[in-house]
C-alpha cells in the first residue's frame, strides 16, 4: 500500500505541473528560441521537446550534471560556457523552474536581471516555483519562497518596494497554480522510521493519505491544497 500511495504522488504531482505548463505555453509558436536556465536533469527541455518547441538550449550550473545530460543527447552547457551579458543571442522565451526559491532577495535581482538582458524585448519569461508549505524546506538549499505578488513588487514598474526594484518590467500573461492531495501525518515518528523500513509506517495513515489523493483525483483537484505556482509573464526592457 506504501508503494501504491508513492506512486499516486509522483504520478499527481508530474501530470498537474506538466498539465499547467502545457496550458501556459500553448500559446506560443513552435519556432521560437527558449532558454532553459539551472535546467538540471533536463526534464523541462524534454517537455518542450514533446510539445515540438525546436529551438532550446539548456544551461547548468552543476558541470557533472551538465556533462551527463548532454551525453543523453539533450541540448545543455554549463552555465560557465554561457555568459548572459556576452551573449549575442536574444531568446524569446526564458524559463526559470524551481530555482527563484534558491536565492536570497539580493542574489536574485541580480540573477534574473544578467539573464533579462538575453530576452527579446516582449519576449516571455516563465516562473515555475513552489509556495510555502511544509515540506518546502525538505530540500536543504531552499532559501525562500516568492509569490507572485512579490514578483509583481519588483518588476512592476511602480517601485512598491523601498530597498529592492527594477530596471526590466514583467507584465503577467498567465498564471496556475500547482495543487496536490492534503497529506495528514507528515511529522510521525512512523513515517520517519519507515523511511527504512516500510513496516514500521501505520497502516492507517497510508489508508487515509490514499484516500486523500483519490479524493483529490475525483474532484478535480478541488478538494486539495495548493503546493505552487507557474507564471508566464512579457519582459519589457524599458
Known sequence: MKQLLKVV???LKI?????KIVKIVARLNRKIEVLDVGCGYGEKIKLFQQLVFLNILGVEKNVVIATEVKHKGLPVIPIEKFQPKQSKKE???LIFSHIIEHFEPKSLLTFLESYFETGKEDGYVLIITPMLTEFFYNDFDHIKPYSPNGIEHIFSGNKHQVQFYSKFRLEMVDIYFRRMPFHFFK???SIYLGKKNPLRINPLIILINLISSIVFIGSMGIIGRTTG???LYKLHKN
Open 9 to 11: 504522488e509522483k504520478i
Open 15 to 19: 501530470s498537474d505541473e506538466k498539465r
Open 187 to 189: 511529522f510521525t515518528r
Open 91 to 93: 531568446f524569446d522565451l
Open 229 to 231: 505556482w507557474i507564471g
